[in-house]
């Protein structure tokens, strides 16, 4: 293989061996490539200056890099805006290892002939990386043959490499499209080691969608940074994307006047929802419920339950439908079935087998420890949450957002969500 570090300032000579100048950078084209191709070579010349000099004069490039044409006849390169010089733009830069889901910094590029034509492979971004550009490699790889060990490389595939540079929007675009097949927890991860600046720009492009799940699973200060920087139109339908109460944890910790027009911007029950949930102390149990769960009339059969929730818009909001809760027409609780016992029951049984006046709940004022416990006590994906003087079911506390002041975060974070996921 050859390394970009090898090839930097080294001579360019030309068909007849004579020196063009020295290699100052290595320019590739079609970045969303695998292998994307060499186009120029940046060559610097102390009597002519710089010029870029197209690869299809290019002859090798290691152990020396030279030409197929005279020196005079050198074809030159015109740039075309599209091109991405690696010692400029990558070498030293931090990527994002989209197969490893890692940040990491850019020690060394590699290079590969195939055919005719050169490419590049991949990103040198191990320590041997470092030590090749100090020149050190050689001693280094001795040292290795002389205690029998092979010197550790740490090279990634260039289809796994997604670029963060905030000023480089062709290659952020090809980016954004590996980085949106990642697990948002791991974007996160990521996220919470970038500059704020950088983390503004590396969002651009994600959907609404998206950058909820993204922001879901971050820090709390990564997630203000990034509400706070986003037009406030986008900002609000993010928001409504978010399962409540994060969005509603989200607009608690920001300044009253920027909370109150989020608020006002986003839709009507979105906005209901989020003025329910900021009533409470954030450690309360009304303060980590979440306002999006199943619930079926109590008057309806079993089949009637199931058609309900193949259509009611409110029931396919819950993408993690564990528990099916009963209400009367006043939102009163009767009672609580899972969902294995609906779809495995007669369809004309009617829910009202399963009231049950004994149903655990916890008042929205009591402490988020208090909902932790019983979670614990009963072995329960969720708890709902009941007005003390309406007695009208508000929604429910789900057992990570229960557990969050017992486990550690990240434990908590390994934890699947039951409510709206």
């Known amino acids: 293989m050859i ?9 360019v000579w030309d068909v007849f061996g004579r020196v063009v ?27 002519n200056g710089e010029e870029l000099i197209d690869a299809s004069s290019l002859v090798t490039l290691w152990p020396s890099i030279t030409l197929i044409t005279r020196k005079e006849e050198s074809l030159i390169y015109q740039p075309n805006g599209h091109e991405l010089h690696l010692k400029q733009r990558v070498l030293d830069q931090q990527i994002v290892d989209t197969e490893g889901k890692r940040l990491v910094r850019v020690n060394d590029l590699q290079i590969a002939r195939k ?67 990642m697990e948002p927890a791991d ?30 699973e971050s820090s709390a200060e990564i997630q203000q940074v990034v509400i706070t920087h986003l037009e406030p139109e986008r900002a609000a339908d ?14 608690a910790d920001m300044d009253r006047s920027r909370s109150e027009e989020l608020l006002r911007l986003m839709d009507d029950e979105d906005e209901e929802d989020m003025r ?22 109590a008057d309806f059969t079993v089949g009637q339950a199931l058609h309900h929730l193949r259509t009611n818009e409110e029931a396919l909001e819950d993408e993690f439908m564990y528990y099916i809760y009963i209400l009367d027409d006043k939102k009163h609780l009767k009672g609580v079935l899972s969902l294995r016992d609906l779809v495995t029951s007669s369809l004309d049984k009617p829910l009202s087998d399963w009231f049950d006046e004994h149903t655990v709940t916890v008042s929205p004022y009591d402490s988020q420890n208090d909902a ?29 957002d229960a557990l969050d002041t017992v486990l550690p975060t990240a434990w908590k974070k390994r934890l699947p969500r039951f409510a709206g996921r």
Do not use: C
């Open 115 to 181: 055919d005719h034509h050169f490419y590049l492979t991949g990103v040198d971004v191990g320590g041997l990386g470092l030590i090749r550009r100090l020149g050190l490699d050689s001693l280094v790889r001795g040292t290795a043959r002389l205690f029998n060990k092979k010197p550790k490389i740490n090279v990634i595939p260039w289809e796994d490499v997604a670029s963060i540079e905030h000023d480089d929007p062709l290659r952020l675009k090809v980016s954004r499209e590996r980085l949106v097949k």
């Open 238 to 251: 993010i928001l409504e994307e978010m399962e409540p109460d994060e969005a509603a944890d989200i607009l």
């Open 372 to 400: 932790a416990y019983l979670v614990a006590k009963y072995n329960l994906m969720a708890v709902p949450v009941i007005d003390p003087e309406t007695n009208e079911m508000l929604g429910i506390v789900t057992v990570d």
């Open 21 to 47: 100048g020295r290699l100052e950078d290595v320019l590739v084209e079609h970045t969303e490539q695998s292998m994307p191709p060499i186009i120029a070579i940046l060559v610097k010349d102390t009597a």
């Open 187 to 216: 974007i996160a991860a990521i996220l919470n080691d970038l500059d704020h600046h950088t983390n503004k720009a590396f969002l651009e492009g994600f959907t609404d969608e998206q950058l909820a799940d993204t922001l879901e």
């Open 276 to 297: 329910v949930l900021l009533r409470y102390h954030e450690t309360s149990s009304g303060g980590i419920m979440t306002t999006e769960f199943a619930s079926v009339p």
């Open 3 to 11: 390394y970009l570090s090898k090839l930097l300032n080294q001579k």
